[in-house]
């Protein structure tokens, strides 16, 4: 977007011979185009990320119930107090809070730092 309103700007409004408004056009037609495959693009990354995680958990919380279920029915006197019940599941709750949200968010901003980081050093050397 900002390289579409710098070509708006420096060559479409300020153009040498005057306002170029088929320049314009064609700007706001790439910028417009470049919104909606940015918002295509973000859905699906968002949709395959949430599969993912969702998938991840079901394996991690089918596993749990097999290693418990597994477990002879006179260990649960041995257990040691450190380990309250329920903390495996509220585990699992928290890895999911975190790949559903904070591990979509993380990957993401650091996504947008590499570009931004890439654009400014390519344009820098203008």
Not at 18 to 43: F, K, N, R, S
Not at 56 to 82: C, D, N, Q, V, Y
Not at 104 to 124: F, I, K, Q
């Amino acid at each position: 977007m900002p390289f579409t309103l710098r070509e708006t700007v420096d060559n479409g409004l300020r153009a040498a011979g005057g306002p170029d408004p088929e320049h314009v056009e064609a700007m706001v037609a790439v910028g417009a185009l470049g919104i909606l495959l940015t918002g295509a693009a973000g859905y699906l990354m968002n949709t395959r990320m949430l599969k993912a995680a969702e998938n991840a958990l079901a394996k991690m919380r089918t596993a749990a119930f097999r290693r418990i279920h597994r477990l002879p029915l006179t260990s649960e006197g041995r257990r040691t107090p450190r380990i309250p019940r329920g903390s495996r599941h509220t585990d699992i709750d928290t890895m999911s809070t975190f790949l559903q949200g904070g591990g979509l968010v993380l990957v993401l901003s650091l996504g947008r730092l590499t570009v931004a980081t890439v654009l400014m050093l390519a344009y820098s050397g203008n």
